[in-house]
């Protein structure tokens, strides 16, 4: 997948919007220590291979357009200064295929799953696939504003995150809402 020249985000806002929504988000739901089996219900609707972080633009461009294809008519796909839904799926994908890219081994494969249910796609699971089975998803509190975040960042805008490893390859997988963000706990 080559770098396209006017690659960006499918929507435009502000980066300060994001950190702010993300730091008012509780953690996810995630495995932080036990790695859990994949959700159920999902199928394997698209593949994407990724080899650096060069590839991320279009890679995110192609995730919001397979996801835009499917989406009801009533979900936000995003306008203006605030994040949409459509903004948290899409930096949970990249967050996680560029932790892959990162830590892992390559190749990396980010994977689309879609409900087997038929009706309204409401929610859907991002997965990455790499060959590192040995070093594990951490989620870190902390970090820096620009780093070290990603998977508490993925915990907190996913309904789940986890992660399970093979003999020879290593998962890391989101659930996410298609049309709101998770409801804060409590």
């Known amino acids: 997948m080559a770098p396209s020249p006017d690659a960006g985000p499918p929507t435009d806002f502000r980066r300060d919007a994001l950190n702010e929504a993300v730091d008012a988000q509780p953690h996810g739901r995630s495995s932080a220590g036990e790695a859990e089996e994949f959700p159920a219900g999902f199928a394997l609707d698209r593949a994407w291979d990724v080899d650096t972080l060069d590839e991320l633009a279009d890679l995110r461009q192609a995730v919001a357009r397979r996801v ?3 989406l009801p008519d009533d979900v936000d796909r995003g306008s203006g200064d605030a994040p949409s839904a459509m903004d948290h799926m899409l930096l949970v994908a990249t967050e996680l295929a560029s932790n892959a890219i990162r830590h892992g081994r390559p190749p990396v494969l980010l994977r689309l799953h879609l409900p087997t249910t038929g009706g309204p796609v409401r929610e859907v699971v991002v997965e990455t696939v790499d060959h590192d089975t040995r070093r594990l998803p951490q989620f870190v509190e902390g970090g820096h504003r620009d780093g070290g975040r990603g998977m ?3 915990a907190r805008l996913a309904l789940e ?3 399970r490893t093979t003999a020879t390859t290593k998962h890391v997988w989101a659930r996410l809402r298609t049309d ?5 706990e409590g």
């Open 180 to 184: 709101q963000l998770r409801q804060a």
């Open 161 to 163: 995150v986890s992660w």
């Open 152 to 154: 508490l960042l993925a």
């Open 68 to 70: 835009t294809e499917v």
